[in-house]
C-alpha cells in the first residue's frame, strides 16, 4: 500500500514539470523583452512605451487564462447519476452483463441521457460508479469522470472539460497573439543583431526570444485553429475522433444547433464577457441540448394520431433549462410564423365571404 502511495505522489509531481517549464519560459521572456530589449537596446520613448504598454496587455491576459485553465477544477457528475444503494449493492453482485445493463436501465429511466454505448447500452463507468452523463468521459490522468471531457493537458496539468474549456481556449488565443507580439516587434532588432556586433548578451537574448516566439507562434497556431473549428461544429476532441452515439445511431453532428448557438454555448450570451477568462459558458454540463431531441420520443413529449379517434401519447422527462434556452428562440420563431398565416387564412375567409354577399344581392 506504501509503495503505491508514494508512486501517485512522484506521478503527480513529475506531471508539474510541463507547467514549471512554460513558467520559466513567460519569466525569462519577460525579462529578456522587457530589460534587454526595451530597457537596454531600444532608444526610443514613443517606441519603447508602445511596447510596454501592449506587451503588458497581452501578459495579463494571457497569465491570467492559464492560470483559471491550470487551477479550475474539473466538474464532476451530481449524486442522482450516482446508483441508490440498493440497486448498487445488486449491480455489484450480478455477474451477468444482462442483468446489470437491466439495473442500469431502471436507474436511467429518470435521468436527461441521450447518448448509448457503441452497443446501445446505458454508459456506466465502474472505476467511479456513476451512471455517465451525455459527453462525460474517465480520465485516466484525473482518475474521475469529467463533465464534457475535451482532453487531458499535460501543458496545464490538468483536465480540460466543461468548467475550463473557455479559459483553455483564450489561453491559446492569449498565449499565440503573445508571441506573435513578441516576434513582430522583436524582427527588426533581430536582424539588427544578426548582421552587427552589439552588446553580446543582449544580443543572446533578443536572438533566441525571436526563435523561441517564432516556434511557439507556428505550434499554438495550428492548436488553436483545430480548437475553434471544434467550438463551431460543438464537438470535444474525444467526439471528434468517436462519435457519440444517440438512441437512433451515431452522429457527429448530434450536439450542434448551427454556428451562432455553439459559440454561445462555450463563451456565453454576453459578448463583453467573451475576451475575459470569467465563467460564462451555457448550461451546467450535465445535460446539452441536441438537434435530435424532436425525433427521440423516448425524451420528447409526440403526440401520435394514427385513425380520427384514437391517439398514442408518449411523454418523458421534460427538457432542462439549458436545452430550453437554446431552443427557444427557434420555437419563438416558429410560434410567430404559425400565428401571421392564421391571420392570413382568417382574412382571406372573410374577403370570400363579402363577395359572395355582395353577389347574391
Known amino acids: 500500500m506504501a509503495p503505491t502511495h508514494v508512486l501517485r505522489c512522484c506521478q503527480r509531481g513529475l506531471a508539474w514539470i510541463p507547467v514549471i517549464f512554460i513558467a520559466m519560459v513567460v519569466c525569462w521572456s519577460y525579462?529578456?523583452?522587457?530589460?534587454?530589449?526595451?530597457?537596454?537596446?531600444?532608444?526610443?520613448i514613443g517606441e519603447k512605451v508602445a511596447y510596454l504598454i501592449f506587451f503588458h496587455l497581452f501578459f495579463v491576459m494571457f497569465v491570467w487564462s492559464y492560470w483559471k485553465t491550470i487551477f479550475t477544477k474539473p466538474t464532476n457528475p451530481s449524486k442522482e447519476f450516482c446508483l441508490p444503494k440498493a440497486e448498487k449493492e445488486c449491480y455489484e453482485k450480478e455477474e451477468r452483463p444482462e442483468?446489470?445493463?437491466?439495473?442500469?436501465?431502471?436507474?436511467?429511466s429518470s435521468l436527461p441521457l441521450y447518448t448509448r454505448t457503441g452497443a446501445g447500452a446505458i454508459r456506466y463507468c465502474d472505476r467511479c460508479q456513476v451512471i455517465k452523463p451525455d459527453r462525460c468521459h474517465h480520465c485516466s490522468a484525473c482518475d474521475m469522470c469529467v463533465l464534457k471531457m475535451d482532453h487531458h493537458c499535460p501543458w496545464v496539468n490538468n483536465c480540460v472539460g466543461f468548467s475550463n474549456y473557455k479559459f483553455f481556449i483564450l489561453f491559446l488565443a492569449y498565449s499565440l497573439l503573445?508571441?506573435?507580439?513578441?516576434?513582430?516587434?522583436?524582427?527588426?532588432?533581430f536582424i539588427e543583431f544578426w548582421t552587427n556586433e552589439r552588446d553580446p548578451q543582449a544580443k543572446f537574448h533578443v536572438?533566441?526570444?525571436?526563435?523561441?516566439?517564432?516556434?511557439?507562434?507556428?505550434?499554438?497556431?495550428?492548436?488553436?485553429?483545430?480548437?475553434?473549428?471544434?467550438v463551431g461544429k460543438n464537438r470535444s476532441t474525444i467526439e471528434a475522433f468517436r462519435a457519440p452515439v444517440f438512441r437512433t445511431g451515431s452522429d457527429k453532428n448530434g450536439f450542434s444547433l448551427g454556428f451562432r448557438k455553439n459559440i454561445a454555448q462555450v463563451f456565453g450570451d454576453q459578448m463583453r464577457f467573451w475576451l475575459f477568462p470569467v465563467f460564462t459558458s451555457q448550461g451546467d454540463g450535465l445535460t446539452f441540448p441536441t438537434r435530435l431531441v424532436n425525433a427521440d420520443v423516448e425524451q420528447a413529449t409526440v403526440t401520435l394520431h394514427p385513425a380520427p379517434k384514437k391517439s398514442a401519447e408518449v411523454t418523458v422527462s421534460p427538457l432542462s433549462d439549458s436545452q430550453n434556452r437554446l431552443l427557444n428562440n427557434d420555437q419563438h420563431a416558429s410560434n410567430k410564423e404559425d400565428h401571421l398565416a392564421n391571420n392570413t387564412l382568417k382574412s382571406a375567409e372573410s374577403e370570400n365571404v363579402t363577395i359572395s354577399m355582395e353577389s347574391e344581392s
Request: aromatic letters at 22%; proline letters at 0%; glycine letters at 0%.
Open 178 to 189: 503573445y508571441c506573435l507580439f513578441i516576434a513582430a516587434t522583436v524582427l527588426q532588432y
Open 207 to 230: 536572438l533566441f526570444l525571436f526563435f523561441v516566439a517564432a516556434m511557439f507562434c507556428i505550434s499554438i497556431l495550428s492548436l488553436f485553429s483545430y480548437h475553434l473549428w471544434l
Open 31 to 44: 525579462y529578456a523583452y522587457v530589460l534587454k530589449l526595451c530597457i537596454c537596446t531600444i532608444s526610443n
Open 99 to 108: 442483468s446489470q445493463q437491466e439495473i442500469l436501465w431502471r436507474a436511467a
